[in-house]
């Protein structure tokens, strides 16, 4: 099993930023992928940012040029940096890691934190 603990989400203005972060721990060997993705009110769950093992990047159209995603893998640890937050950013964040094992993959999920985007 991987645990995941995420942090970082609140109550920002519009314009403003915010830094996510995501730990896992547990069984993390095979980990090949690690992402966030974002459900608001009312909504399906969406990806946001995605980066793979060997650096590759993956961004919603909506982020792009806004948020950024980035790994250290010493630590086991994603990070997403959001500037430029909009209202519609307004939404839980899940971070979400994908493990390899032989041919078979498993998900992640973590617990999810708020985040908000208001004047």
């Known amino acids: 099993q991987v645990q995941l603990v995420e942090s970082g989400g609140g109550l920002v203005q519009p314009g403003g930023s915010l830094r996510l972060s995501c730990a896992a721990s547990?069984?993390?060997?095979?980990?090949?992928?690690m992402g966030w993705y974002r459900q608001a009110p009312g909504k399906e769950r969406e990806l946001v940012a995605r980066i793979t093992s060997d650096g590759s990047l993956d961004y919603d159209d909506s982020v792009k040029g806004r948020f950024t995603i980035s790994r250290d893998n010493a630590k086991n640890t994603v990070y997403l940096q959001m500037d430029g937050l909009k209202p519609e950013d307004t939404a839980v964040y899940y971070c979400?890691?994908?493990?390899?094992?032989?041919?078979?993959?498993?998900?992640?999920w973590g617990q999810g934190t708020q985040v908000t985007v208001s004047s």
């Open positions: 979400k890691v994908r493990r390899r094992i032989i041919s078979k993959y498993f998900d992640y």
């Open positions: 547990g069984s993390i060997s095979g980990i090949n992928a």
